[in-house]
């Protein structure tokens, strides 16, 4: 049995940070029940590109769910949904701060309903400060917390990080913050709220640029692929692509050399230590890259396999899928349904996303449901009540 089956989790999120954190609920046995707007549901049921009628941006965040079609605004929406609160265990949203206020589902109001739900609240900068009413997107959190003018070549423009990391990072937060809570309850029986800030998560993994600014009184330069403090830590040319190295310490620059049966290299006064490798790191790379100018990319990876060199392959996204430990980690989910199953003629007969990564060795996670429809399930959960 996954370890959260029996715990009921309402998810008034949409987008990405939110539905990141209750599929992964989800997926540990949690009863999620997405409440959505009758009308069109979460903004990225409308995401494409399209499989079936489905966004694929939806299908890769709403596993392990069931979708509930309400109007909160509504009496009987309303009166559903406190009906749904009352034996739940978590409450987790995503509005702007107060906003839940006037519907009458903000925390003090929610926590006298049922004083033991946990309740979680996901914004762009948290519950409290003065951006606390601002909304804030991914793109907009990488711009105020420094991550964009660390990231791209240094007489480039700051470049966003191609993925939202910033929601993302935030998910993973709100789930820690939900199962301590969780723990706390068995001692207390009570709830409380848990407070989730987009721009306190990506903040919170700004260390070495914090770092460098407090050592320096100077903040970090972008350095493109480089690294600020080690070299060679970073992507080089092979004849058939990129490879990525990373010799972080000075054990494995003498390994890097022996593998290339290149003595040379390791006694260039120039490269000696980590600190001439970097004040010398344009040279360096070309170094580096003449020699790997003769070898492919699998070659290189032999070579520095047996000598315990940190290496990979730059892939794309096709070739990262491709990876063997992909399939011998389970790291992709294929789940079955039909049209018939919900009655919607677009919706895909399989369904393709990312598994979960947390491996437990005896209660492991069970992605049982794909992604819903819109609706699919708000006929059985309000008969259920």
Wanted: charge should be negative.
């Amino acid at each position: 049995m996954p370890p959260l089956a029996g715990l009921r989790v309402i998810d008034l999120t949409r987008v990405v940070a939110g539905p990141f954190c209750t599929m992964m609920l989800g997926d540990m046995g949690a009863e999620v029940i997405k409440i959505e707007e009758p009308q069109h549901g979460d903004d990225t049921r409308a995401w494409g590109p399209f499989i079936g009628d489905f966004g694929s941006f939806y299908l890769e965040l709403n596993r392990s769910k069931k979708s509930v079609a309400i109007d909160l605004k509504a009496p009987e929406g309303a009166g559903a949904l406190r009906r749904l609160i009352a034996d739940a265990d978590v409450l987790i949203e995503n509005f702007r701060p107060g906003s839940l206020a006037g519907l009458g589902f903000d925390y003090e109001t929610v926590s006298a309903m049922n004083p033991r739900l946990i309740y979680c609240s996901i914004s762009g900068y948290g519950q409290t400060g003065p951006c606390a009413q601002l909304p804030g997107y991914d793109a907009v959190i990488q711009g105020e917390a420094g991550i964009m003018d660390m990231t791209g070549v240094p007489d480039g423009a700051p470049t966003r990080v191609g993925v939202a990391i910033t929601d993302y990072l935030a998910g993973l937060y709100a789930s820690q913050g939900i199962l301590l809570a969780l723990h706390e309850r068995h001692a207390s029986g009570r709830g409380q709220h848990v407070d989730i800030a987009l721009f306190d998560a990506m903040l919170s993994v700004m260390r070495l640029p914090l770092g460098v600014l407090l050592a320096t009184g100077e903040p970090p330069t972008r350095v493109g692929n480089d690294h600020l403090s080690i070299a060679p830590y970073e992507p080089l040319r092979a004849k058939d692509g990129l490879i990525i190295v990373a010799v972080a310490n000075p054990r494995l620059w003498i390994r890097f050399c022996a593998a290339l049966e290149r003595p040379d290299l390791r006694e260039d006064p120039r490269f000696k230590t980590n600190a001439d490798r970097v004040k010398h790191r344009v040279e360096l790379k070309q170094a580096i890259e003449a020699i790997f100018a003769a070898f492919t990319v699998d070659e290189l990876t032999r070579r520095f396999e047996p000598f315990n060199v940190p290496c990979g392959r730059v892939r794309n996204m096709r070739e990262a899928i491709e990876h063997p430990q992909v399939e011998a980690r389970q790291l992709l989910v294929e789940q079955e349904r039909s049209g018939a199953a919900t009655g919607t003629a677009g919706t895909p007969a399989k369904i393709v996303t990312l598994g979960p990564v947390v491996k437990l060795s005896r209660t492991p996670a069970d992605p049982r449901l794909p992604p819903p429809a819109l609706g699919e399930h708000t006929e059985k959960v309000l008969a259920d009540l």
